[in-house]
């Protein structure tokens, strides 16, 4: 069978742009080794953020907010619950450069938002000891999406209206079994495995852990509406309220060492639990003794400067490497899935931004990044 499109990875990248090709009238096949946002896939946790702040990057506000009207319409026909309204709110210490930049680019772009004094944030979030944070930035449209579910349900409803979709691994250019017109691996933290000559200092897979934390018998102060999601850029941690009950979930942002997406170990260590329990101390001093309800262990899948990587592979005109999402590729996924289906099809162009040559070497960079690992 020829397509006129093979998309190799179904997480959120790949299956948004094999529905949007799709309904655009094209032949599409996709495959994934392990199935739709599986568990070792970067969309395979159970939520994300989509935010509108991006400091001076505005094409990446333009597409969060894009992201968030198609998501939305795609809920409210599949599954509403797939998308939690609960706000954003930046933590920013005095010099907060990126928030004040964002604000600038929201100002432009309409993006709804609040600038809240220290005084206001104490007394809207009294459960929040907000220590040598001084204002915040509030985001009202922004909220929290259910990763895993939400992937699985675009396969789903999509393979419904005749997507042909295959559990396979597929090997790269040359080497596999399929026949398409074009083929764009959207492959996550394997594609520097697929292409360790194009990519091999590109993209830099690494450790993130995640924690779910369980609150007290009937207390509300960690839920929706009276807690949003949450990023306090000066410490790298960010979090989301609880969303399904699964509880107060928390993250550190800091990359963790490089990891094998295959092979690395997804038991949560001592290491990185300390060092998010301190935090919750020092900002949510009630939820100091919560216990841990559930943890993930996932992999961001880093550039140098955490722009994407969209170009075509430099020894095959048919071949699109998609990747590089660098721990905020998952709200973007429609309105990616756009911006790529129409340079596919030859009627737009990618920024130079996402191109393999503006990409630096991630190495030099991550040695500046990494966890404290006691
Ligand atoms: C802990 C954590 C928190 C994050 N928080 C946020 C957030 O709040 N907001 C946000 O926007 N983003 C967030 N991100 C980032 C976001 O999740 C990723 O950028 C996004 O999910 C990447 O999607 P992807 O489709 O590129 O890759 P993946 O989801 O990894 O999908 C790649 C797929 O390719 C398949 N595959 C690979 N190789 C092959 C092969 N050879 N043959 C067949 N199939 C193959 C895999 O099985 C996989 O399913 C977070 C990431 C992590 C890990």
């Given at each position: 069978m020829r397509y006129d499109y093979a998309i190799f990875g179904?997480?959120?990248?790949?299956?948004?742009?094999?529905?949007?090709?799709?309904?655009?009238?094209?032949?599409?096949?996709?495959?994934?080794?392990h199935g739709p946002a599986n568990n070792r896939a970067s969309s395979g946790g159970e939520t994300r953020i989509i935010r509108m702040g991006y400091g001076t990057k505005a094409i990446y506000t333009e597409w969060s907010l894009r992201a968030l009207r198609l998501y939305k319409e795609f809920y409210a026909k599949t599954d509403p619950t797939l998308f939690h309204n609960t706000?954003?709110?930046?933590?920013?210490?005095?010099?907060?450069?990126?928030?004040?930049?964002?604000?600038?680019?929201?100002?432009?772009?309409?993006?709804?938002?609040?600038?809240?004094t220290r005084g206001e944030l104490d007394k809207r979030y009294p459960q929040i000891d907000f220590g040598a944070c001084t204002w915040g930035l509030f985001e009202h449209d922004a909220g929290g999406l259910l990763a895993r579910r939400g992937v699985q349900t675009v396969v789903r409803e999509t393979v419904r209206e005749g997507l042909t979709y295959e559990q396979a691994f597929v090997a790269p250019p040359g080497k596999h079994k399929y026949d398409?017109?074009?083929?764009?691996?959207?492959?996550?933290?394997?594609?520097?495995?697929?292409?360790?000559?194009?990519?091999?200092?590109?993209?830099?897979?690494?450790?993130q852990e995640v924690f779910y934390f369980g609150t007290s018998p009937g207390d509300t102060?960690?839920?929706?509406?009276?807690?949003?999601?949450?990023?306090?850029?000066?410490?790298?941690?960010?979090?989301?309220?609880?969303?399904e009950n699964r509880g107060f979930k928390?993250?550190?942002?800091?990359?963790?060492?490089?990891?094998?997406?295959?092979?690395?170990?997804?038991?949560?260590?001592?290491?990185?639990?300390?060092?998010?329990?301190?935090?919750?101390?020092?900002?949510?001093?009630?939820?100091?003794?919560?216990?841990?309800?559930?943890?993930?262990?996932?992999?961001?899948?880093?550039?140098?400067?955490?722009?994407?990587?969209?170009?075509?592979?430099?020894?095959?005109?048919?071949v699109w490497l998609l990747g590089g999402g660098s721990g905020h590729g998952y709200k973007h996924?429609?309105?990616?899935?756009?911006?790529?289906?129409a340079a596919l099809e030859g009627k737009g162009r990618i920024d130079p931004m996402f191109s393999l040559a503006a990409k630096a070497d991630v190495s030099a960079a991550q040695r500046n990044a990494t966890i404290p690992q006691k």
């Open positions: 179904a997480g959120v990248w790949g299956a948004w742009l094999a529905r949007t090709l799709h309904r655009s009238g094209k032949k599409v096949l996709l495959v994934d080794q706000g954003m709110l930046w933590m920013c210490r005095d010099n907060d450069e990126f928030a004040r930049q964002s604000i600038d680019v929201f100002k432009k772009q309409d993006v709804r938002h609040e600038v809240l398409a017109g074009t083929y764009v691996y959207a492959c996550g933290p394997w594609l520097k495995k697929l292409f360790p000559e194009v990519l091999g200092n590109k993209i830099n897979p690494t450790r102060a960690f839920r929706i509406p009276r807690m949003p999601c949450w990023v306090d850029g000066g410490d790298s941690v960010y979090g989301l309220p609880d969303i928390l993250a550190i942002d800091a990359h963790g060492p490089t990891i094998d997406p295959d092979t690395q170990d997804r038991a949560p260590t001592k290491a990185v639990m300390d060092h998010a329990r301190a935090y919750i101390a020092k900002r949510f001093p009630s939820l100091k003794d919560a216990p841990l309800t559930q943890a993930e262990v996932c992999q961001y899948e880093n550039t140098a400067n955490g722009d994407y990587v969209i170009d075509k592979h430099p020894e095959h005109a048919n996924g429609p309105a990616l899935a756009e911006y790529v289906a």
